[in-house]
């Protein structure tokens, strides 16, 4: 969320569309992608005089940590103590050349270092000296080259590598992983290593089961080499625009084939045809193909598929008769293409579908009639369409929504009363200027919401009582309204809440954060086009787990961020401005 708390419109369509989760993007080096992967481990602290203790290894773990400098060698320890050792450095950024050497010969079955700082060939020589016991690496991001890839070699076990986004890797580096054959998952994001030629280093791997090539722009002609990889089930070629649709020839005996992600790449109905085969295939994504509903009649013949991606896609009402041979489809995303409510009639059957994504369709309130049986809707996103107050009347017999997401639609503060049996909505995003206080007031039966988002809503000081109904609450955004300190006092009791997005709301001042300074529990902030000035930045030292601070366009300076950071909020590591 940057400082104007800009909205979707024109964007692109996460990559990721067919399920919910992280899209795995990396960046050389610059460790801040590697903090943010890292905040699910956490570090291994004292807690003296009350609260949770660690345990007496955990102590040991952190005092070798803290004095790292003292330790030659762990080899002498229990391999489970060492990697223990390993993992806490790493993730407290205190591996170094020096204390790395440490590590040599502890035979580690663990080395992750995706995006870590100064990795380089030297320390290769450690992480192969661990031989057979090695059993998976991460060095995405590195500067490792040809002559660090070749230690690998001898770690005959070897199971899981991945080396994205490292450029210094070239097409004959890859040469030396043809010996790895008890290799199942290899992942080469981003490198400009797998070419046609490089892919031949992969006709070896005859155990791989995921194999991930995303951005890698040079490997039209080289799926020749996976033909024989009988076991593979898993296979991105996400934004690579050089696969064609003679690729997807050699893909069609890859029958065990479970997933396969293909979006943003030239393929077109041609392409998909070679696909029909693949009768194992769960999920599929086409996303920003240039695919017509002409595909449909190669993807029926999936009917084992349960997510399927067609964001973006040329698709038109004419043959979406053929979605209703997909029984067993549970996340479908239609987003931006020219589908009216004519294409919904053929959703009717699919009972299992708990997604289902209409973002920029031509759908208005009647299309809705089609999905009153889809009982097992759990998400449905119907921003930018023509949906409006009387559409809302057929969603109100969906009791297992969790997640609607109406905005920039024509939904007005009466219309929102249809909403009031949803009982498991937890998250609904009312991106439209049409929502008063009053449309708010009609939500309060709805008391598990854990995530509200009211970007440009017309909501008041006074309408904001309405969010002491909202005790669950982990994510609010109330972006571009007129709200005041005042309003803020109604939130200061949300004790739930991890995001707050306050942006564009011109007269929020340093009290704010004062009324705020109560919510621990946040771990990002924004309050950016406001009176905030660094005088307020010091309400914000309680809140230890903030890790994202945006305050653009206010009072605020980067110094004075940074002085905050190191005396006070030491797990800040995004913040604007920078």
Not at 432 to 443: K, N, V
Not at 534 to 551: A, I, M, V, Y
Request: charged share 20%; net charge neutral; hydrophobic share 35%.
């Amino acid at each position: 969320m940057g400082g104007v708390c800009s909205r979707k419109r024109d964007q692109l369509g996460d990559e990721d569309g067919v399920r919910r989760g992280v899209s795995g993007r990396y960046c050389k080096s610059g460790s801040s992608k590697w903090l943010g992967a890292s905040f699910s481990r956490p570090c291994v602290e004292c807690h003296l005089g009350g609260g949770n203790c660690s345990s007496l290894l955990e102590l040991c773990i952190y005092k070798i940590c803290e004095d790292i400098d003292k330790y030659s060698s762990f080899s002498m320890l229990p391999r489970d103590i060492s990697q223990q050792i390993f993992n806490e450095l790493v993730y407290c950024q205190r591996l170094s050349d020096v204390s790395l050497k440490a590590f040599g010969g502890c035979a580690l079955q663990d080395i992750c270092l995706g995006d870590y700082p100064g990795v380089v060939d030297s320390w290769m020589d450690v992480i192969s000296s661990q031989g057979s016991s090695l059993l998976s690496v991460d060095v995405s991001g590195s500067d490792v080259t040809d002559s660090g890839l070749s230690l690998l070699k001898d770690c005959s076990n070897l199971q899981a590598l991945a080396f994205n986004c490292c450029d210094r890797i070239s097409e004959c580096g890859l040469k030396h992983l043809s010996g790895l054959s008890n290799l199942t998952s290899l992942s080469l994001k981003k490198s400009n290593a797998v070419t046609a030629e490089g892919m031949r280093a992969f006709s070896n791997l005859v155990n791989l089961v995921k194999l991930d090539l995303e951005r890698c722009s040079g490997i039209h002609g080289g799926f020749v080499h996976l033909k024989g990889l009988t076991k593979l089930e898993s296979l991105n070629i996400r934004c690579c625009k050089c696969v064609t649709d003679s690729d997807m020839k050699s893909l069609a005996g890859l029958t065990n084939l479970k997933e396969l992600q293909i979006s943003s790449s030239s393929i077109t109905d041609f392409g998909v045809s070679y696909l029909k085969g693949l009768r194992k295939l769960i999920l599929l994504n086409l996303e920003g193909c240039h695919v017509t509903t002409a595909c449909l009649d190669s993807i029926s013949a999936l009917v084992g598929l349960a997510y399927l991606n067609l964001n973006r896609c040329g698709l038109s009402d004419g043959g979406c008769d053929k979605f209703s041979r997909l029984k067993n489809l549970k996340v479908l995303n239609l987003g931006f293409n020219n589908i009216t409510d004519a294409c919904l009639v053929h959703l009717k059957g699919l009972m299992k579908l708990e997604s289902l994504n209409l973002d920029s369709c031509k759908i208005d309130d009647e299309g809705l009639a089609n999905l009153t049986g889809l009982l097992n809707l759990k998400i449905l996103v119907l921003s930018d369409t023509e949906v409006g107050s009387n559409g809302l009347r057929y969603l109100s017999g969906l009791k297992n929504l969790e997640d609607i997401n109406l905005s920039f639609t024509l939904v007005s503060d009466n219309s929102l009363k249809n909403l009031s049996g949803l009982a498991h909505l937890k998250s609904l995003n009312l991106d439209a200027r049409q929502i008063t206080d009053a449309g708010l007031a009609a939500l309060t039966s709805l008391t598990g919401l854990t995530h509200l988002d009211l970007f440009g809503a017309r909501i008041s000081d006074a309408g904001t009582n309405c969010l002491r109904y909202f005790k669950n609450l982990r994510v609010l955004e109330i972006c571009g309204g007129g709200l005041t300190d005042a309003a803020v006092k109604n939130i200061k009791d949300l004790g739930s809440l991890t995001l707050l997005n306050l942006s564009q709301n011109l007269n929020l001042t340093d009290k704010t954060l004062e009324l705020i300074s109560g919510l621990t529990a946040l771990v990002s902030l924004n309050v950016s086009n406001s009176r905030i000035t660094n005088e307020g930045l010091q309400h914000l030292k309680p809140l230890k787990n903030l890790r994202s601070l945006t305050l653009e366009s206010c009072g605020v300076t980067a110094s004075g961020i940074k002085k905050l950071q190191s005396t006070a909020l030491p797990n800040l590591v995004s913040f604007r401005p920078e």
